[in-house]
């Protein structure tokens, strides 16, 4: 190679590096990291997401807690007709009447009501030997009184003419 042709190419690249590039150069900007506004509308979706999610378990929480206190209502009703209808096999007969009862939990209290009544309806021409036995459990949660009723019929086994 001639000496003339290697100083032609070194005067060639000293002229490109000396080249700038001009302010209307369409190519996409080599820097890295995100813009703000780019933080800022992830910042935001994150935000609204965390909102929701707290919301949701706070819906759930009360949900649990309110299904918690119809499950102990319901053992509760349960655990009194289960009394009143051994009492019934024990006597061999219906005792009529109510009895009333509250029971203590850890910040709540479940207050019971029986009552055990002739079972009457209007398709029925006979008098028969089914009775009523309702329980009834009402507690206070928050600022609202909840309550649950349970009844079922009770076999009378001899006929017994029910209190006027």
Do not use: C
């Not at 080249?19 to 209307?24: E, I, K, L, Q």
């Not at 009457?120 to 009775?131: P, T, V, Y």
């Amino acid at each position: 190679m001639s000496s003339h042709s290697k100083s032609l190419k070194s005067k060639v690249k000293s002229q490109k590096s000396k080249v700038r590039p001009s302010t209307f150069d369409l190519r996409l900007s080599t820097s890295v990291g995100f813009t703000l506004i780019e933080v800022l509308v992830a910042i935001s979706i994150l935000a609204v997401g965390l909102v929701l999610v707290v919301q949701a378990m706070g819906r759930t929480q009360l949900a649990l807690r309110l299904s918690e206190n119809v499950i102990r209502a319901s053992y509760i009703a349960e655990e009194e007709m289960v009394k009143k209808e051994l009492k019934v096999r024990e006597l061999g007969r219906v005792v009529f009447g109510g009895e009333k009862g509250k029971r203590e939990f850890p910040g709540r209290v479940m207050e019971w009501e029986s009552s055990m009544r002739p079972f009457q309806h209007s398709s029925m021409k006979e008098e028969s030997r089914l009775n009523k036995l309702t329980v009834k459990v009402d507690w206070k949660e928050s600022a609202r009184q909840n309550n649950l009723e349970i009844q079922t019929l009770v076999l009378n086994r001899r006929k017994i003419e029910p209190p006027a």
